[in-house]
């Protein structure tokens, strides 16, 4: 009998329970599916595609070294299955649990219903501390800190080589993807997650509180392991491990031991446990991805798109320095914190009054590091849909000022203000003797922050003991 191991958000092979838990049953066909549909989605682009070849080619490899190679197919997947299952006697599918876009969500739908139809069993196992299927919130914090505390499981010790044919991977112009590319695009694959992990806990993590939120540092000091962990390079379950092993081997005073800022260690290990709270949220409300979490907000933003507005956003020339520098950063790198990105939903959904589902898949083709979860439930706390947060409006003129107070990230990433005086580099429309040419401010900062908030609150105060509003706490606050 023959198993297959179904690929997905998962490319690894170490801590890969459906991997290694068939390679004890039968023979096993490692499968990756370049769906031509999925890459015709409108939140995908070519950066993530070149981060998943990267993944890819390192996963294939380390699969070879176990003694079978990863099989690649390209098309839909419910014919592929259908002509693997009928060709080589398949008994068990098995995957990790996904919580991704609605197009895979309806995409698992279909094939539940053909595995059934054919009498294949469907194995999927829950990964990153999100749970299928549950009613409430109630246990989850607990449920999710007994998963992520197990011990990573290793990697098989061999695979049965089964000879079947792989198709080679399609380039993003074969599958016509759209293009944006990423000039400074992270490095994808399970050995390059674990260096960076490693660097992360023996020297950059030092200073990760202090540089959280510094668009200028936190390149640096912040773990740079979203991408990986969106692609699945490495586990939730081992990123955990790893930092416990490196705190305590911190405690015990071992010789030769690198010296470790638990404060910060702290914080990052918290902003894990909200990275799976996000993704929770989709799993138990996938259409979060395309409506309002709180239906009173529903009509707010209406017939006010502003597109002279977007594009300038979109392209970084709003005439707000930190909102353009971010901007344009993130246009180049494919990643930026996570304040600087609060900022951006911010300044487009409030001081901009743009709805948020008309600028959600811009941000998510240029961050590389897009995950559903995070990206909807982010977007829509920023942008005070949701009914239950707290209402942030971010100022992008005090946050210039506190987060980049000498002004070199403005001054890196905006080109046109190299010659401001440092005095004016946050507010340039105060500069009176002008030698350089720069974006007018497209809004007044204080009077649509005024206006929004005003807005906002009024819906709030009135939902806030609805019926609604209860049924979205009990639902996904925890």
Known sequence: MTDIVWFKRDLRVNDHEPLYWASKKNKVIPLYIVERDFWKQPDVSDRHYKFLTDSITDLNSALHDLGQKLIIRVGDAEQIFSELIEKYAVETIWSHEETWNNWTYQRDIKLRTMFDKKNVKWQEIQVNGVFRGLNDRKSWSKMFYQEVNKAPIGKPD??????????????????????????????????????????????????????????????????????????????????????????????????????????????????????????????????????????????????????????????????????????????????????????????????????????????????????????????????????????????????SYDQDKDGVFIKRWVKELQDCPIDYIHEPWKCETKKFRYAPRIVDEIETRKKASSQLYSIKSKIRYSETTRKILQKHVS
């Open 158 to 399: 061999k695979l049965n080589n089964i000879n079947i044919k792989s198709e080679k991977l399609p380039s993003a112009d074969d599958l016509d993807i759209k293009s944006i590319g990423c000039p400074y695009i992270q490095i994808g694959g399970e050995k390059e997650a674990h260096d960076v992990i490693d660097s992360f806990l023996t020297s950059r993590s030092y200073d990760y509180s202090k540089n959280i939120s510094s668009p200028l540092y936190s390149h640096e000091s912040c773990s740079r392991l979203s991408t990986h962990l969106a692609f699945g390079n490495i586990s939730l379950k081992q990123v955990f491990h790893f930092t416990k092993c490196a705190t305590d081997n911190f405690k015990a005073n071992r010789e030769n031991v690198n010296i470790i800022n638990l404060r910060s260690i702290n914080a990052f290990k918290s902003r894990l446990r909200w990275r799976s709270h996000f993704i929770q949220k989709l799993e138990d409300q996938p259409n979060i991805e395309s409506q309002n979490l709180h239906e009173a907000y529903d009509s707010i933003r209406n017939d006010s798109f502003n597109e002279d507005f977007y594009q300038a956003w979109r392209d970084g020339q709003t005439g707000f320095p930190l909102i353009d520098a971010c901007m344009r950063s993130l246009i180049k790198t494919g990643w930026i914190n996570f304040r600087m990105r609060a900022m951006l939903v911010s300044f487009a959904s409030n001081n901009l009054w743009l709805d948020w589902r008309k600028f959600a898949h811009h941000l998510s083709n240029i961050f590389t590091d897009y995950e559903p979860g995070i990206h909807y439930s982010q977007i829509q706390m920023q942008s005070g849909t949701t009914g239950i947060n707290t209402i942030r409006i971010y100022n992008p003129i005090k946050q």
